[in-house]
């Protein structure tokens, strides 16, 4: 089955810092999908990138689909303590209703 | 109404347990879906509705029966569940036109553990 590579798979950051992650895929998906998850609770849509190439932002977020539509990545700029938490993106096949999550990256901010 | 809920929030039960988790959205979303979720790992599709009929069942136990009763609600029955069950299961729902399916929202899911 398909796959994507996420990473990294943690980061540790001060307080201000700007983040960057990304994903890549071995296959080619129609839609990206980036989501925050905090402990206990599910994951909530925070960008959705429909077009190769598409930048997106939403607040300090800043997300990109990629041309070759196989790899996106996820920006957060100047970074506060509530951005904590795991962070996933997915993946939507151009047809049918699977998502292909990474693994998700674990981020820790220093106050 | 962008949000979908699951009841309850948290569910603990024997083995020997029928339970179920519900969920709900008024989103007007025809597709909905059920995850199992373990620790610090991404959500496991477990079943796809769509227009209140399954579409998708990923080889899940029968101990695992899902429902749609309406396009606004989802249920998962439980029975004869095992320790290894316990985690998060999370629903889902999303917009469909025809073969084409769009983001899916997450509801807050229920933790379900088994003694």
């Known amino acids: 089955g398909q796959q994507l590579n996420q990473s990294p798979q943690s980061m540790f950051i001060q307080e201000g810092e700007d983040v960057s992650m990304n994903c890549t895929s071995s296959?080619?998906?129609?839609?990206w999908l980036w989501y925050k998850q905090d402990p206990g609770e599910g994951p909530v849509l925070l960008i959705a990138?429909?077009?190769?190439?598409e930048l997106t932002s939403n607040g300090r977020l800043t997300a990109q689909f990629g041309i070759t539509r196989k790899d996106s990545f996820l920006n957060i700029s100047a970074s506060i303590p509530s951005d904590v938490g795991i962070y996933f993106c997915?993946?939507?096949?151009?047809?049918?209703?699977?998502?292909?999550f990474g693994e998700g990256t674990q981020l820790t901010v220093n106050p | 109404d962008t949000e979908v809920t699951q009841t309850p929030k948290h569910l603990v039960m024997g083995m020997t347990n029928k339970k179920s988790l519900k969920c709900e959205q008024h989103?007007?979303?025809?597709?909905m879906y059920w995850y199992k979720q373990k620790a610090k790992k991404p959500p496991e599709l477990m079943f796809v509705?769509?227009?209140?009929?399954?579409?998708i069942n990923e080889s899940v136990p029968s101990r695992f029966s899902p429902e749609c009763p309406n396009s606004s609600l989802l249920n998962l029955h439980l029975h004869a569940l095992q320790p290894e069950d316990s985690a998060l299961y999370l629903c889902?729902?999303?917009?469909?036109?025809?073969?084409?399916?769009?983001?899916?929202?997450f509801g807050p899911g229920t933790r379900l553990t088994v003694l």
């Open positions: 889902a729902s999303s917009q469909v036109n025809l073969v084409s399916y769009n983001e899916q929202f």
């Open positions: 997915a993946g939507l096949e151009t047809s049918g209703s699977r998502l292909t």
């Open positions: 990138l429909y077009k190769a190439g």
């Open positions: 296959s080619i998906f129609n839609t």
């Open positions: 989103m007007g979303h025809r597709a």
């Open positions: 509705y769509s227009y209140e009929k399954l579409s």
